[in-house]
């Protein structure tokens, strides 16, 4: 099968001068490109076609042009035709990157009317200054037609396609005459609303307004370069899964039919908080949950010290997640920081040479987990939660100085309420694939788009980490997609709104879930409340107190529903004897034609994001164990710092193995090395061996199973199941 050029593995490189480019300028090009192909192990270069630095330098051009001004240290010098064929001999694609989100207020001085209006008339980038110096510009006003031409003119120098940084729809915007005039014929509202009023019913339709707004754009921009060269590449610099999309009109989806790639940023950055070790591998798998290759954006800079180079742990691991949750890669380095910390990014390349080693084998895969987990954009912008109970603090549960924090008083605000929701969602989405993670439950993500039979039907098991907002459509396929055998593992309020956030009748849909009745809400507590199994599951003893998680549901379950965990009764006080089991289930099990549904009333994922505590992890995958046909697609003696993806293609199948056992912080120093590592795979492939070192492992199968151990696992592995 001949396959385009982006739909191969690619490995994207990027040399970033800041503001100065005499590096470039005084190199040899030739040895320059072999530097890329050979060192940095690159297939695809990008050239800077716009600055992206201080004060907002996106209006100057690296290249020539009598349409727009140049950079003036450049002198006569064109950068993007000197490179282009040089690079081509080497045989290297190369992408034009152009900034589209950070103008000099100068700029914006001689262009009126361009920037990104708040509702009281002030631009953003007044108010926000970019990285402290500088504004944007609107996607719907005339700056778009100064856009499509700068993107015409850089496709003019021959480079194979643009990027685009941006632009960006930011919080709070826009409000500018364009914007409303389009608004007001694409939704008859004679208003645009506040910014986030719940209240005001044309919030919504301005939510989906900026969404398509910034599409609009992109299908005008993939245009614009396809006029000039048919197979141009285009995409821009987009975001993951988070409740914060509807600030910035973000959609995966929406965006993909007029991109080459999904990519977004999954930069390093030192925090106060805690930091999952797998942010690239679950970043990895929401960007190829499309039908577009995606890639992973990786820095190779320490936060945001971008003179101090990204140590070689970080560096390695993100290539390697990128890669094993079927993502390609890309990282940049910057001048003159690099010439001094070289030798970490070299010695993350190993990594990279490993892919660049494989391609062949990685060409083509696509996701072989059998269990899907849905993040639902149509959730993330609009679920809130119409019960208000939930907005009571649970407090941070610490006891210190002889007082317990345990929470504070009820608030009732809409915006509260969002708030509650956004966090409660956020942690769900991340806590599950983070808890499949450190459980060794391979998981495809899917959108909202994908939800149908014909993606279901590769699986033996579906996660609704609280995927509250769903389309009538989308319940009547996973309800027939259980009965023909499937399982659906469910939690809080999954599918209790309309796609929109609207409270609709699915009593239906509860009567699937095994609910009775919602009697109510539990308050939120973080202090001496659990939930009891009522039976002995997959190595958990009946009986035993297990953390309950921060907010819960009160149901009623129905009779044919099979109960096998209940909430103890609230305690409300810390150092307080157990007052007994409660009549409300925590978990049901329900038997729906040839398939079974097991709901959670507590977002568990939740407190599993927040808390890390194994028993919600060990729950989880005895319950999958238990009750899912098959039970785990992988059983393994390895720690949870060893990641699984499972990816399949005409090669076999591939068990993508990366290990985060490290120095118990972020950033990470070094990578500690694994051995004696025991694997059980649901397959019929016979054989397995180490793309690493191609050695095979001898192997013993047991019905369906094949087994086989890895004497050492270090950074990154790859194991070939074969025939």
């Given at each position: ?55 907002g330098t996106g209006y100057l051009t690296t290249f020539n042009s009598d349409k727009f001004e140049k950079l003036p240290v450049l002198g006569s010098r064109d950068l993007l035709r000197e490179y282009v064929p040089v690079a081509k001999k080497h045989n290297l694609y190369v992408i034009a990157y152009i900034n589209m989100h950070w103008y000099s207020y100068e700029f914006a001085e001689k262009n009126p009317g361009w920037e990104q209006l708040c509702e009281d008339g002030i631009p ?493 992890k060990e729950l989880i995958h005895s319950v999958i164990k238990k009750f899912v046909p098959g039970g785990l697609q992988i059983e393994t003696n390895a720690p949870g710092s060893l990641a699984i993806e499972m990816r399949k293609n005409e090669k076999g199948l591939l068990v993508h193995l990366v290990n985060v056992t490290a120095d118990m912080k972020r950033p990470m120093d070094r990578i500690i090395p694994l051995y004696n590592i025991e694997m059980s795979v649901r397959t019929f492939f016979n054989k ?36």
């Amino acid at each position: 099968m001949v396959r385009n050029w982006w739909d191969r593995p690619v490995r994207m490189f990027r040399r970033d001068y800041i503001f100065d480019f005499s590096p470039f300028l005084k190199s040899d090009l030739n040895k320059t490109a072999r530097e890329t192909r050979k060192l940095w192990k690159a297939n695809c270069e990008w050239i800077m076609a716009t600055p992206g630095c201080a004060p907002g330098t996106g209006y100057l051009t690296t290249f020539n042009s009598d349409k727009f001004e140049k950079l003036p240290v450049l002198g006569s010098r064109d950068l993007l035709r000197e490179y282009v064929p040089v690079a081509k001999k080497h045989n290297l694609y190369v992408i034009a990157y152009i900034n589209m989100h950070w103008y000099s207020y100068e700029f914006a001085e001689k262009n009126p009317g361009w920037e990104q209006l708040c509702e009281d008339g002030i631009p953003y980038g007044r108010k926000k200054p970019l990285y402290g110096n500088g504004t944007t510009f609107c996607v719907n006003g005339p700056w778009r037609n100064w856009a499509f031409e700068m993107i015409a003119e850089v496709m003019k120098t021959g480079v194979d396609g643009c990027f685009l940084d941006g632009p960006v729809v930011y919080p709070g915007v826009c409000y500018c005459r364009h914007c409303q005039e389009k608004f007001k014929r694409m939704t008859g509202c004679q208003h645009l609303p506040k910014f986030l009023d719940w209240t005001d019913p044309c919030w919504k339709k301005f939510a989906e307004f900026r969404s398509q707004s910034w599409a609009d754009f992109m299908k005008d921009a993939s245009e614009t370069a396809k006029k000039i060269k048919k197979d141009a590449v285009m995409f821009l610099n987009g975001g993951g899964f988070s409740a914060s999309n509807i600030l910035v009109g973000y959609d995966a989806a929406r965006m993909e039919n007029y991109q080459t790639f999904t990519g977004a940023e999954d930069f390093f950055h030192c925090s106060e908080y805690y930091i999952s070790p797998y942010t690239t591998l679950n970043l990895s798998r929401f960007l190829s949950a499309g039908k577009n290759p995606s890639v992973v954006f990786t820095h190779h800079t320490l936060s945001t010290w971008h003179y101090v180079g990204l140590v070689e742990a970080e560096f390695s691991t993100a290539i390697a997640q990128a890669t094993a949750g079927g993502s390609n890669t890309w990282f940049a380095i910057f001048y003159p920081a690099i010439e001094k910390t070289k030798k970490y990014a070299i010695g993350g390349l190993k990594t990279a040479a490993l892919i660049e080693k494989n391609e062949k084998f990685i060409e083509g895969s696509v996701s072989a987990a059998e269990t899907g987990v849905l993040i639902s954009n149509k959730t993330l912008y609009y679920y809130i939660s119409s019960h208000k109970g939930l907005c009571y603090g649970a407090g941070s549960g610490k006891e210190q100085g002889l007082i317990m924090d345990t929470g504070s008083k009820l608030i009732e605000d809409i915006k509260k309420q969002r708030e509650v929701s956004e966090k409660i969602l956020n942690n769900e989405n991340h806590g599950c694939l983070d808890l499949c993670n450190f459980a060794h439950i391979p998981v495809r993500v899917l959108w909202d788009e994908y939800l149908n039979q014909e993606t279901l039907k590769k699986l033996k098991l579906l996660i609704l980490p609280n995927s509250a907002c769903l389309s009538d459509s989308q319940i009547a396929v996973i309800m027939d997609y259980v009965r023909k055998g499937g399982a659906l593992l469910c939690d809080f309020e999954s599918g209790f709104y309309n796609e929109y956030g609207e409270i609709v009748d699915r009593n239906s849909w509860l009567d699937f879930l095994g609910i009775e009745q919602i009697c109510g809400v539990l308050r939120p507590s973080r202090i001496e409340d659990y939930i009891v199994l009522t039976q002995n599951i997959a190595g958990i003893e009946k009986d035993i107190l297990i953390p309950r998680p921060v907010n819960g549901l009160l149901i009623k379950a129905k009779k044919e529903a099979q109960i096998i965990a209940k909430y103890l009764n609230p305690l409300n006080y810390a150092y307080s004897q157990p007052k007994g089991v409660s009549e409300y289930p925590a978990i049901v099990i329900s038997k729906k034609g040839r398939g079974k549904v097991i709901y959670f009333a507590s977002p568990v994922f939740e407190s599993f994001n927040m808390f890390h505590i194994d028993w919600h992890k060990e729950l989880i995958h005895s319950v999958i164990k238990k009750f899912v046909p098959g039970g785990l697609q992988i059983e393994t003696n390895a720690p949870g710092s060893l990641a699984i993806e499972m990816r399949k293609n005409e090669k076999g199948l591939l068990v993508h193995l990366v290990n985060v056992t490290a120095d118990m912080k972020r950033p990470m120093d070094r990578i500690i090395p694994l051995y004696n590592i025991e694997m059980s795979v649901r397959t019929f492939f016979n054989k397995a061996r180490s793309l690493s070192s191609g050695k095979s492992f001898k192997t013993k199968r047991k019905k369906d199973r094949l087994s086989f151990m890895l004497p050492q696992i270090n950074d990154y592995e790859i194991v070939l199941l074969s025939e």
